[in-house]
């Protein structure tokens, strides 16, 4: 008997699940980069223009826009306004290979905008660093990366719910109105944090710390280099709670359920 990710619909229906991940939880987060990576911001510097990743499907394409004004990034899922540069991608399949880092190569329309062109990659490649096997020494290259898996990952599981994802919609579907807090804790100011919002089966993501309401869990890393080890799945959560490289404050069962659902976010997008 078949598996169920053996079925072409189900693939399908996960290639699609993966795009839409890609699109509106990773993409959005190379405002991180533009804004907190001091060679990329100078790139970017006095930069306009709006770049499309445009993917087509059985049925209305999806996609993305980077939208540059003057150095600073905004994204907008809309579509409706004309791109000055566009990548197009065959099918959600060929999307998430690039995505991946796989050597897929989209059909690019804009050359035009050359420069932009280039500067687009290299922020393409500096994306990267959120490849499991990217481990930076830096201390400023290890924070950008678990502020970028932190907001990244949140934004994923609102949208691996909102994608249809039949296990997480029942999960969230039972719940009241709940908050669900990452943070790092470390000796800085800006303290790195990120939320999801639970609310009878619909969810939203936000950064920082949601003040209006006592988090239903709160899951505190210690520190970057407490963080990084767990993020990577370099160390189990249960065992990381262990060694107090995570505190939880809450439920440890919830706690446990939305790791498990970061797991499966991670499976479908590598």
Partial sequence: MAEKSDIPEIRAQRAL????????ALMPVMKVVVADDPKMAARFSGVSGRVRFLVKTEGEPCGMDLCFEEGHLEVDASLQKRPDLQFTFKSPEKFNGFMAGKPVLPSISGWRRFGLLVKVVGLLLAMKILMPDARPKAPE??????????????TALSQ???????????????????IYQMSVATEEEDEIAAYLRVKAGKT?????????????????FNGIDGAMPVLLGDV??????????VTVEG???????????????QALIV
């Fill in 17 to 24: 699940l993966a795009t839409r991940i890609f699109l509106r």
């Fill in 141 to 154: 290259k290890k924070r950008l990366k678990v502020k970028m898996i932190l907001y990244m990952i949140t």
């Fill in 160 to 178: 691996y719910n909102k994608g249809g994802d039949p296990d997480m919609e029942a999960w969230t579907g039972k719940q009241p109105d709940r």
């Fill in 204 to 220: 939203k993501a936000g950064r920082g710390f949601y003040t209006r309401r006592r988090p239903f869990v709160h899951i505190c």
């Fill in 236 to 245: 189990e959560f249960v065992e990381a709670v262990g060694r107090q490289m």
């Fill in 251 to 265: 439920s440890p069962e919830y706690a446990a359920n939305l790791n498990d659902y970061m797991q499966r976010i």
